[in-house]
Structures are given as structure tokens and as C-alpha cells.
């Protein structure tokens, strides 16, 4: 079971450094589900509930067009992670593994992924399936997913 901010056999963390190199700007809210990261999936499911991704002005301006995408991905905070973490035991197994070789909400810039199935679009609220963060996660970003497009050609045909 997993309990907060609890620091299991073999993890490590480190000092934080006392200023960031570069701002955010949260521009949404994602609403899903689940209060509690005990009750919330480990990795989310086009099968899942469905979940309303909030965007604020102006940046719901930028999201003409977007309706024309089956999958998005969704990039998001997670607010309430911890950041000092650089050895974890994500399944309190004993075995320890660095940060960046998990997906754990854990890290030290705690920016969340999911690619997710664009359900409809309701004026400035996406509702979609998918996700597996905390009701109230702050938006980052917003993509039509990556695979749904080709690299363009590269000219001298090399």
C-alpha cells in the first residue's frame, strides 16, 4: 500500500535546490475521479472513466481545431509529489531503481504524460479517457498525440 511521503528501505533523497531555472504557466485544471493517489490508477486506461481537462482563459483560444484529434497527449504537475526522491522502491519490493528509469509520480520536476482518448470537446472543457492523476492536477500542455503524424521528408533524400 502506499503510504505519503514515507521513505521505504533503500530510497534516497537530496537537498532541493533553492530557485528553479524556469516558470510554469499552469493553464487548467484537470477534473477527474480521484482524490487520493491509493485510489487512483498507476497508469491510465482508454477504458477508464471519463475525466474533463479545464481549460482557463485565454488559453482556451488555443484549442481551435483540436476536435479533429482521436488521441491528445496531456502533459500535467503533480502537485503533490515529492521531488527528493533519486533511488525508489515504487513497489516496496526491496529492489531499487533510479528515478528517471520509472514512471513514478516522484521526481524532481513532477510532470505527468498521458496519451488519451479524446471522448468531446464542450467549449473550454475536453472530456477524455485516459488519465491517472488527482482530481484538481494542474494543466500544463496540451498535443494532438505524436504518432497521429509523419516526420516530414528530408530534402536531398539523405
Not at 531555472?21 to 498507476?42: L, Q, S
Not at 479533429?68 to 526491496?94: I, K, T
Amino acid at each position: 500500500m502506499v503510504q505519503l511521503n514515507e521513505v521505504r528501505a533503500g530510497e534516497r533523497t537530496v537537498a532541493l535546490p533553492a530557485h528553479t531555472d524556469a516558470g510554469i504557466y499552469f493553464i487548467g485544471t484537470i477534473r477527474t475521479p480521484w482524490t487520493d493517489r491509493r485510489a487512483a490508477p498507476r497508469q491510465g486506461c482508454t477504458d477508464g472513466p471519463p475525466c474533463r481537462i479545464e481549460v482557463a482563459p485565454p488559453w482556451d483560444q488555443g484549442l481551435d481545431g483540436i476536435a479533429r484529434f482521436a488521441r491528445l497527449e496531456v502533459l500535467y504537475w503533480l502537485h503533490r509529489s515529492r521531488r527528493d526522491l533519486v533511488l525508489q522502491s515504487p513497489r516496496d519490493d526491496g529492489a531499487v531503481r533510479g528515478t528517471f528509469a520509472l514512471r513514478s509520480p516522484a521526481r524532481p520536476n513532477p510532470i505527468g504524460s498521458a496519451i488519451v482518448e479524446l471522448v468531446t470537446v464542450e467549449g473550454p472543457v475536453l472530456v477524455v479517457r485516459g488519465l491517472d492523476c488527482l482530481d484538481g492536477t494542474p494543466l500544463v500542455d496540451l498535443k494532438p498525440d505524436r504518432s497521429l503524424f509523419r516526420p516530414p521528408a528530408r530534402e536531398g533524400g539523405a
